[in-house]
């Protein structure tokens, strides 16, 4: 049985720094190359953030090609025993892009750490220098579509009863007073709630415990199928995330997000 079986989705540091060791652990880093130089979490491997999208204008944040993708989770020893558990240094914004990366490669092991690098160092946890040794092993993956949501099935799903849009962006992008694309403001019925905004900084960017309440408050509930974007499907990938973390059964990331939904000429627009 796994080390990491019986474990929720969201862990802490103590349920990891006993763990550190597990055989099937695959500890990911996805900070920075400097901040992952000056020191990471014993064993962790790092991912540069940058490799989780096709970072292709005017929408980086699209999924990558099959081949980059199979080229990251090589690099990592990918197997599927693994477990992971992932962590950045901005409160989980990479994080749980990879996460949705994980679901979309149909590996569904994984954990994520909270508050990242911040709770870790708050807790006086030790880091290390250390580069852990190489374990790049080719790996074939099979792709999953069910956690992307796509232009065509957002608009083919606006208005129904059922669904949610939740715009991870800054309100004043949300009402379109900050233009990041051609066109500004938000996805018609869209629910503003800011990624940072379900942050604690009191906790060291933990999520904030009240979280299921403040969702819940704003209509973004667990009966409804919720898509969520941003700019690039980077801020989005915390919101993701937390969909998750709460048991949300039907949970998408766009990953066109406003990069591509704000470039087009056609698509509708709130503002």
Not at 104 to 122: D, F, K, T
Not at 167 to 185: F, M, Q, T, V
Not at 224 to 232: A, G, N, S, W
Not at 241 to 255: D, E, M, N, Q, V
Request: hydrophobic fraction near 40%.
């Amino acid at each position: 049985m796994s080390a990491f079986a019986n474990l929720p989705l969201v862990i802490e540091p103590a349920d990891l720094a006993e763990r550190l060791n597990a055989p099937e652990l695959i500890l990911v880093d996805l900070t920075s190359s400097s901040r992952y130089a000056e020191g990471h979490l014993p064993g962790a491997r790092f991912v540069d953030p940058k490799q989780t999208q096709l970072g292709l204008p005017p929408a980086p944040g699209q999924l990558p090609g099959k081949a980059q993708l199979e080229a990251v989770f090589g690099a990592l020893g990918h197997h599927p025993d693994a477990v992971y558990v992932v962590y950045d240094d901005e409160g989980g914004g990479w994080a749980g892009r990879f996460i949705w990366l994980l679901d979309v490669i149909g590996h569904h092991r994984y954990h994520y750490l909270n508050g990242g690098l911040h709770a870790w160092l708050a807790e006086q946890r030790p880091l290390s220098r250390d580069i852990p040794n190489a374990a790049g092993r080719p790996v074939l993956l099979e792709l999953d579509e069910s956690p992307s949501a796509t232009r065509e099935y957002i608009e083919s799903r606006l208005g129904s009863p059922d669904m949610v849009i939740w715009d991870a962006r800054s309100p004043e992008e949300y009402r379109g007073e900050k233009a990041l694309a051609a066109r500004a403001g938000h996805i018609p019925g869209a629910i503003n709630f800011e990624w940072t905004a379900a942050m604690d900084p009191s906790r060291a960017l933990r999520i904030r415990e009240d979280i299921a309440e403040q969702l819940e408050a704003l209509g973004i509930t667990a009966d409804k199928e919720i898509v969520t974007h941003c700019q690039t499907h980077h801020r989005s990938g915390f919101t993701y995330l937390l969909a998750k973390a709460l048991g949300y059964p039907r949970i998408k990331g766009y990953p066109g997000s406003w990069g591509e939904w704000g470039n087009l000429p056609d698509t509708p627009i709130q503002q």
